[in-house]
Nanobody, 127 residues
Framework: QVQLVESGGGLVQAGGSLSLSCAAS????????MAWFRQALGKEREFVAT????????DYADSVKGRFTISRDNTKNAVYLQMNSLKPEDTAVYYC????????????????????WGQGTQVTVSS
């Protein structure tokens, strides 16, 4: 059973920064691509960023490109999301997700590409 636990959310003013972490357990971590998604109140879950199993490929939603950075540490079974220049529209619950299939060169940018999900962490950006 794969477990993903997010942390690092909170309240921040517009223009500020937050760093999210996702700790994985229950299976080998390094062979699987990882991603961050978010869901704002009343809206559908949307893709934020993804990183391949070896960190060789990253993809970002246009709305966060240049502001957010995804990274991973396979020795710590963790994936991170550094969020800078935050905007009120970044307010959402942020979810960590893991690929179902190992060694995908392109982890994917849709929910269907991911089988395992964390419970989410709330990020609130005040104006």
């Amino acid at each position: 059973q794969v477990q993903l636990v997010e942390s690092g959310g909170g309240l921040v003013q517009a223009g500020g920064s937050l760093s999210l972490s996702c700790a994985a357990s229950g299976r080998a971590f390094s062979p699987y691509g990882m991603a961050w998604f978010r869901q704002a109140l009343g809206k559908e879950r949307e893709f934020v960023a993804t990183i391949s199993w070896n960190g060789g490929r990253t993809d970002y939603a246009d709305s966060v490109k240049g502001r957010f950075t995804i990274s991973r540490d396979n020795t710590k079974n963790a994936v991170y999301l550094q969020m800078n220049s935050l905007k009120p529209e970044d307010t959402a619950v942020y979810y960590c997700a893991a690929n179902a299939l190992a060694f995908r060169q392109i982890p994917g940018t849709t929910s269907r590409d991911y089988e395992h999900w964390g419970q989410g962490t709330q990020v609130t950006v005040s104006s």
